[in-house]
C-alpha cells in the first residue's frame, strides 16, 4: 500500500502557501491600496471630517457635542451640566451620563407612550423655551428629543433660527448678522430628496468665533 503522506503534505502546503498569499493581498495590499487611495482622494472624510481651530481639532462635524458652562461645583456628580447662552445648542443626547459621549452611542430606547419620556419631553419644552425667550409652542421637536445615535451633529434650521437672538444678545451681536451665519451653515437635503435640510451646529459655533 502506498504511504498518503507525501500526498497529503503537499495539499497541506499547498493550502498553507494559498493562505499566505491572500493574507498579503487581502489583509496587507488591499488595506494599504485603500488607505491609499482615501488619504489621496478623500482625506478630510478618511481622517474623521475633523474640524479645527486655531491650528487645533476641536471635533468632527460628523460628531455633536455639547457647549456647557463650567460646573459650579466639578465634585459634585449630580450637578446637571447648564448650556452656555454664548453658542447654539444641539439637539438632547442619551449618549452617557451628560450626552454626546461617543463611547456610549445609543437612545433612551424610551417608546412614544412612555410616561417618563412624556415628563421628560414637557420638561425641555419649558427649559429650552425660557433659555430662549420664546413660547413653549414654538419650540421644534429635535429640541425635545434626542437622536438614535445621541451624537447627531445637526439641528433643523427652524431650531438653530430660534436661537438667534438669545445668542446675539449673549455676544452683543447684531441678529441679522448671526441669522446670516445661521444661513451660511443651511445644508440641503441629501441629493435633493434624502433627509431634511439642516445645520451642523459645530461648524455654525465655530464661525461665531471667527466673528469674533
Request: a neutral charge.
Amino acid at each position: 500500500m502506498a504511504n498518503p503522506f507525501p500526498a497529503l503534505l503537499r495539499v497541506y502546503l499547498t493550502g498553507l502557501r494559498v493562505l499566505l498569499v491572500f493574507t498579503v493581498l487581502c489583509g496587507l495590499a488591499y488595506p494599504l491600496l485603500i488607505t491609499g487611495i482615501a488619504q489621496l482622494a478623500f482625506s478630510h472624510q478618511a481622517n474623521g471630517s475633523q474640524l479645527k481651530q486655531g491650528g487645533q481639532v476641536v471635533g468632527s462635524s460628523l460628531l455633536g457635542q455639547n457647549f456647557t458652562l463650567p460646573k459650579k461645583n466639578p465634585a459634585d456628580p449630580n450637578e446637571q451640566p447648564r448650556p452656555d447662552p454664548r453658542w447654539f445648542q444641539p439637539r438632547p443626547s442619551a449618549a452617557g451620563a451628560d450626552g454626546y459621549d461617543a463611547a456610549a452611542s445609543g437612545a433612551s430606547n424610551l417608546g412614544p407612550n412612555d410616561a417618563d419620556l412624556t415628563r421628560t419631553v414637557r420638561e425641555r419644552r419649558a427649559a429650552v423655551a425660557a433659555f430662549d425667550g420664546v413660547a413653549p409652542a414654538q419650540v421644534p421637536p429635535d429640541a425635545l428629543t434626542a437622536s438614535g445615535s445621541g451624537l447627531d451633529p445637526d439641528i433643523s434650521p427652524a431650531y438653530a433660527d430660534e436661537q438667534v437672538q438669545r445668542v446675539a444678545r449673549a455676544r452683543g451681536l447684531d441678529p441679522a448678522v448671526v441669522r446670516q451665519l445661521v444661513d451660511d451653515h443651511r445644508t440641503g437635503r441629501t441629493l435633493g430628496f434624502l433627509g431634511n435640510p439642516r445645520v451642523d451646529v459645530l461648524a455654525l459655533n465655530l464661525a461665531l468665533v471667527r466673528l469674533g
